[in-house]
């Protein structure tokens, strides 16, 4: 099983991979073009807002609860209830994302007061930021369409993986990166605010990648025409399990809207350097954390259908494994390289050193609730496959609060610093409670081979660490070198503190094996 979760892994990383460099081009791009300035913060929150919520039916809640019950309905191998289950949720979660998108477009000032609520203040009352809601609420009416398109794509995407088609799903966001560069590059200047051009590329990016999964359905003989189920005994399943995982499994991603709403009360900037860095911490995230939960998801509602409870604690324990191994490093080499990464990736144009330096504080703190982040992705599987959502859900508003409590104690101090540390603090909350409660349940229980592995995940990272250290520059020295300098020092950076850890991992016992055809630490 490992053999086949780590193929399946590697697929999606190799997709992901391509969504994320095209990613960081895109905002290369942004950077360029908007900076860190009042533009660059209209859109930067009016996309958070359809981002946030790719990021909870595409990559969340959706597939959480669709996933289990959708392998539930496979394993009974009748191929024509399987097509009509597929119908009727398709049919029912259109007709409500259409009420829903429709009801955005037309309230969107509502929407604009609520997630740029210190703009709204000040728009009503002549404040500095306030001619920011306007053009933050005419360019919603734009964006948020893409929540029609993504919930699709999300039901989807889940229906591919669940027939273990991982790549197309995987590759899927690559079109929306397409299509905003696109935009940026040559639709905006036709446009006095190059802003909404940038707008326009989310909406016509949605769009794409609804329209690219629809043939990779139809080859699956899954293309089914949608009807109206709401009282469906299983789409009510899926309906009763999908609106508490909306909380559940997406608390990072609340609490990092959160902290965006309340940067539109903060100096100007803050939500740009929240968003870059944010944006450095979202591609490892993507890359491993992500990919991991998606391939480990279906196994684990498998497992837990034909009651194969060794087997399922055997994937939550090499699901936990690769994360540490992947993510322990990636949160160092982040926190290490903050500035450097920020000065070579989008330093140019409207985005200044000033910028990158700004940008670089969040960034430390957010790398260090990387590996938590992370790990969330992999334990709250462990509840949903099982179809028990009221746990996390629970854990999830208890982090929720204990997010805004942290913002309001350390945003005064800190300003926009303060939200990143409170986020990467509730979310290590989160993957705590999360492995605490899966250990009290008799569920998955990290095994002592475990710990001792990764105590030499923490010794490689050590290593690491010291060794970027010592041959890094001064800051001053990467901001008078050119971007072919900067990038070339930071490939040895990263190469030399790549293999530093690969290196001190062999020295300390660590071998492929552990991750492919065992779980057993050599």
Not at 332 to 346: C, D, H, Y
């Amino acid at each position: 099983m490992s053999k086949k979760l780590l193929k399946s892994g590697v697929i999606v990383s190799f997709m992901t991979f391509l969504s994320r460099i095209l990613g960081l081009i895109r905002d290369v791009v942004v950077a360029n073009m908007l900076g860190a300035g009042a533009a660059a913060d209209v859109f930067l929150v009016a996309n958070k807002i359809p981002n946030f919520l790719r990021r909870l039916f595409a990559e969340g809640a959706f597939a959480q609860a669709f996933i289990p019950v959708l392998s539930e309905v496979k394993g009974e191998g009748d191929e024509a209830h399987l097509r009509l289950f597929i119908a009727k949720v398709s049919g029912t979660l259109g007709v409500i994302v259409t009420i829903v998108t429709i009801l955005g477009v037309l309230g969107s000032p509502v929407v604009a007061a609520i997630f740029g609520a210190g703009w709204f203040v000040d728009y009503i009352n002549d404040g500095p930021h306030g001619d920011k809601f306007e053009p933050f609420a005419l360019m919603l009416k734009i964006t948020f369409p893409y929540l029609f398109f993504v919930s699709l794509t999300g039901l989807s995407g889940a229906i591919l993986n669940t027939l273990n088609k991982f790549a197309v799903a995987a590759f899927t966001p690559v079109l929306l990166n397409v299509a905003i560069i696109s935009c940026a590059l040559y639709l905006s200047p036709y446009f006095d605010n190059p802003e909404f051009a940038l707008a326009w590329g989310v909406f016509i990016g949605g769009l794409m990648q609804l329209m690219f999964q629809i043939p990779f359905l139809y080859r699956a003989g899954v293309l089914v025409k949608p009807q109206w189920a709401w009282s469906d005994p299983k789409v009510r399943k899926v309906r009763m399990l999908m609106i508490p995982a909306l909380f559940g499994v997406s608390v990072s991603q609340i609490n990092l809207l959160i902290d965006t709403m309340i940067a539109t009360t903060l100096m100007t900037g803050s939500v740009s350097w929240l968003y870059y860095s944010d944006r450095l911490l979202e591609f490892p995230l993507g890359l491993f954390g992500i990919a991991i939960a998606t391939v480990i998801l279906p196994t684990l509602s498998k497992q837990y259908v034909s009651k194969d409870r060794q087997s399922f604690s055997n994937s939550m324990e090499w699901g936990i494994k690769v994360v540490c191994l992947l993510g322990a490093p990636a949160a160092a080499g982040l926190f290490v390289l903050a500035e450097p990464m920020l000065l070579t990736i989008f330093y140019g144009g409207a985005f200044t050193s000033e910028d990158a330096t700004m940008a670089s504080y969040s960034l430390m703190a957010y790398s260090t609730g990387l590996l938590s982040f992370m790990l969330v992705k992999v334990l709250a599987p462990g509840f949903y496959s099982r179809q028990d959502l009221k746990t996390p859900v629970r854990f999830g508003i208890y982090c929720m609060v204990a997010n805004i409590f942290f913002n309001i104690a350390l945003a005064i101090p800190y300003g926009y610093v303060g939200l990143a540390i409170a986020t990467a603090m509730s979310a290590t909350m989160n993957a705590t409670l999360l492995y605490v409660q899966l250990h009290r349940l008799g569920v998955f229980q990290i095994t002592a081979n475990t710990l001792v592995f990764l105590l030499k995940v923490l010794i490689g990272c050590v290593v690491m660490v010291l060794v970027i250290k010592h041959f890094n520059s001064d800051i001053a020295v990467w901001r008078s070198m050119d971007t072919l300098s900067k990038a070339l020092e930071l490939a040895k950076l990263i190469l030399s503190g790549f293999f530093s850890f690969v290196v001190t991992l062999l020295l300390v016992g660590v071998r492929v094996s552990s991750f492919v055809g065992t779980h057993k630490v050599r």
